[in-house]
């Protein structure tokens, strides 16, 4: 399959807007990231992994540098147009009390329906699809609140899915989950970027799971901004091991 | 729509029908129902008498009470889905503090600084405290509304909303402190909260603001769901949060300003009737919680006006008294019984 560039960072610094000052976390941030591909965001507390994919998102600004999506800067997506482009799934827990995991995943289609949010027949097969992709079929009726943290993420996982939107960014999808979901969550995303040809970028802190599912690692260091590469050469670079073995 | 929620959006609606005619028929002086149902059909009934309790007093009341209770149940469900808290209902960002205390400036000032008490004003000083108190709420929900560009967290709006109520409860002290015991009597009589205040020809005001603002509210359903997810899921999927989150509340702060600029401060109905509908339909869907609300709003308030006055307590009730009596034990059932299902208890 055809892998094309979906995102290209161009000497990004990112970081916080205070009133009067600006706090950079990361800076010189340049590479690619091509459709089909599942890359793995990793590095210590404090790097700025969730401040790179919130500022990837949409969520921040930029305190310099550029962001191309699907070719087009970031900024000039109307946030509509950036909601069928880029899908996450976030850390924040949503204390959702009786939704159905149906329903749940039907939201992903927001971007999609009219006014009053209306699931068309095209929107109920789209979120089938997700729901079956994902392997959570048997779920689909269960309220989102008798779920586990694994189950909810895959849920989550599936809402993202249903938005159809060719790149999907993940803030540690695989937190406080046991190491046999962890496995499954990642096989599972590592499947969907090769089968569906998605462009997914995901942070975590599971090193030894990255390199095995990843086909690209970005390692961020406080202070160090960020190195890329495949998971062989990173594995061997003596900056990862400095930074993981000590 | 599903079968369960038709049948439950129904059987609302007979429950409206039900306590607005009941309203219409109980009271301190008995009415025969066959007259109830002429004088409302516009027919003679035979006695003039009736044909007044009936129009002037008991209609306006059950209109009152219908639009109010819809209205404050709306507003609490949009106050605990934006703020994502259930503890949530129409007086916490301050805005029925606004409407007290632009009421309380009013009432209380009125014999100090303009030498006659409003109290003594009869109709003209029932429109000057509904004036005041819409200028009270909205001065207060513009001051949240440029709170809520400012800050990001919902969190903060809300511990601000709180404040600004303690700092409008505070004033309101002081003005008491210093005013004549009539004017003080008024004012605590206003905050009892009452569906009877309202007058005849005032009562088609209410009703027609409320008419035009509740479908309005109606259009943030898809907003609403959205907010649900968090902010950042909704921002992902396309929605503007900030400029959403302003507008519930606009939308909100208005529907309780004029409620309380008409009926005083009415507790409980806003906190409540949401989680009831919850409970009862098993859904977060605003599609279903909004009209749900808004009928099982109006359909609570009608009961609540009529134990209020049943015979016997001779309109003694103070309305808020038995929102809270009857509403609280209702909707704590409900919610156990949900609760164990939930569990397999």
């Not at chain 2, 606004?98 to 006659?116: C, N, Y």
């Not at chain 2, 007058?199 to 109606?218: E, K, N, R, Y």
Request: proline fraction near 4%; include cysteine.
């Amino acid at each position: 399959m055809k892998r094309e560039e979906t995102i290209r960072l161009e000497s990004l610094a990112i970081g916080y807007h205070g009133k009067h000052s600006v706090k950079v976390v990361a800076e010189g941030i340049s590479d690619s990231i091509c459709s089909g591909e599942l890359t793995c965001l990793i590095g210590e507390n404090g790097a700025g992994k969730s401040t790179l994919l919130r500022t990837l998102s949409g969520f921040l600004p930029p305190v310099s540098g550029e962001i191309d999506i699907l070719g087009k800067p970031l900024k000039s997506y109307r946030e509509t147009d950036l909601a069928k482009v880029i899908g996450v799934v976030l850390t924040e827990k949503n204390n959702l009390q009786n939704m159905t995991v149906e329903e749940l995943v039907g939201m992903g289609r927001s971007p999609y329906t009219g006014f009053w949010g209306r699931l068309r027949t095209e929107d109920k097969e789209k979120v089938a699809q997700a729901i079956d992709l994902v392997g959570i079929g048997e779920l689909k009726d269960r309220m989102v609140q008798t779920l586990s943290d694994g189950e909810r993420q895959k849920v989550m996982i599936a809402k993202a899915l249903a938005q159809e939107t060719p790149i999907i960014f993940l803030d540690e999808p695989t937190a406080f989950l046991d190491y046999p979901s962890k496995v499954e969550i990642l096989n599972l995303l590592h499947r969907l970027s090769s089968e569906e040809s998605k462009t997914i970028f995901l942070s975590t802190h599971d090193l030894e799971l990255a390199l095995r599912v990843a086909d690209r690692v970005w390692l961020m260091t406080k202070g160090g901004g960020v190195q890329t590469g495949s998971p062989e050469n990173l594995i061997v670079d003596p900056a990862t091991g400095r930074f993981y073995f000590g | 729509m599903k079968r369960p929620i038709a049948v439950g959006m129904i059987l609302l609606g007979v429950s409206i029908l039900l306590f607005f005619f009941l309203n219409l028929l109980l009271g301190s002086v008995t009415v025969p129902a066959g007259a109830v149902w002429k004088i409302i059909w516009g027919a003679d009934a035979g006695n003039e008498i009736w044909q007044n309790i009936v129009l002037k007093s008991r209609l306006p009341q059950a209109v009152t009470a219908l639009v109010a209770g819809a209205g404050l149940a709306v507003a609490g469900l949009q106050m605990q889905t934006v703020f994502r808290n259930p503890l949530a209902g129409p007086s916490v960002l301050g805005v029925s503090s606004g409407a007290s205390l632009g009421v309380a400036f009013v009432v209380l000032l009125s014999g100090r600084l303009g030498g006659v008490a409003l109290s003594r004003l009869g109709y003209m000083g029932e429109i000057a405290m509904t004036l005041s108190a819409i200028v009270g709420a909205l001065a207060v929900m513009l001051l949240i509304v440029w709170v809520a560009q400012k800050v990001k967290g919902n969190v903060t709006l809300l511990i601000i909303g709180v404040m600004i109520g303690y700092v409008a409860t505070a004033i309101i002290g002081v003005l008491k402190f210093f005013s004549a015991e009539e004017d003080v009597r008024a004012y605590v009589v206003w905050g009892l909260g009452s569906f009877a205040r309202v007058s005849g020809g005032q009562v088609a005001t209410f009703a027609i603001i409320m008419a035009v603002l509740l479908p309005l509210s109606m259009l943030l359903v898809k907003t609403l769901n959205l907010l649900l997810l968090g902010d950042g899921y909704a921002r992902n999927l396309g929605l503007n949060v900030k400029r959403s989150r302003i507008w519930v509340i606009v939308c909100a702060g208005v529907l309780v300003a004029i409620v309380t600029a008409y009926c005083g401060p009415i507790s409980f109905l806003g906190l409540a009737v949401p989680h009831l509908c919850r409970g009862i339909f098993r859904t977060s869907d605003h599609r279903v919680l909004m009209p749900a609300s808004l009928l099982a709003g109006s359909s609570l308030a009608l009961l609540c006006n009529l134990i209020a006055r049943l015979p016997g307590f001779e309109g003694a009730l103070p309305v808020n008294s038995v929102t809270a009596l009857i509403g609280a034990p209702v909707v704590a059932v409900v919610l156990f019984k949900h609760r164990k299902e939930d569990t397999g208890e």
